[in-house]
């Protein structure tokens, strides 16, 4: 991967020494099974701000069958998906925003410049602009496929009331 200004330098990462794989990645971020979207970190930089993962692309992906038949193209909003999970786990492992959870707050300035299929890795890249402790995230992000720029854009990312939505369930379950 040739440096075309992406936000890491791409020979700082290190696919044979992730420096976190799916396990340590769960300890920060809640999706599990079909929309866990990073297989592994590569780097991160609490000084820049930055952080690199990868997404290995199969076709037992959940979107290959039906997005498109006999031409699976891994859809925007997944691109998207991993480009926050990134986003939120270097938020939460570094207790940057205060919350139990990390969710979408919204999206800016998003392009997508090349398809990303099955047999594709996917190498997100996350730079983290702003940090409001209790009330939004705001990072730019970027995602390669080889030499390829295929996605960008600003992502935000806000607090997620986790226990407010756990008491509103549990009494909604408690009143059925």
Known sequence: MANRNFLVD???LDFDRPIAGIEE????NPQRF???QLTAILYEDLTENVCAAYKDLTRNEFWVRGH???MPLMPGVIMLEAAAQLASYFTQKHDLLGA????FGGVDEVRFR???IPGDRLVLMTRLEKARRGRMIVAR?????GDSLVVEGVLKGIPIPVDAINAA?????DAN
Do not use: C, K, N, T
């Open 10 to 12: 791409p020979s700082l």
């Open 25 to 28: 990645i769960r300890r920060y």
């Open 34 to 36: 079909e929309m866990e």
């Open 68 to 70: 498109m038949p006999r």
């Open 100 to 103: 139990a959870m990390v969710g």
């Open 114 to 116: 090349d398809p990303v």
């Open 141 to 145: 992000f970027q995602g390669a496929v």
């Open 169 to 173: 369930m549990a009494a909604e379950a």
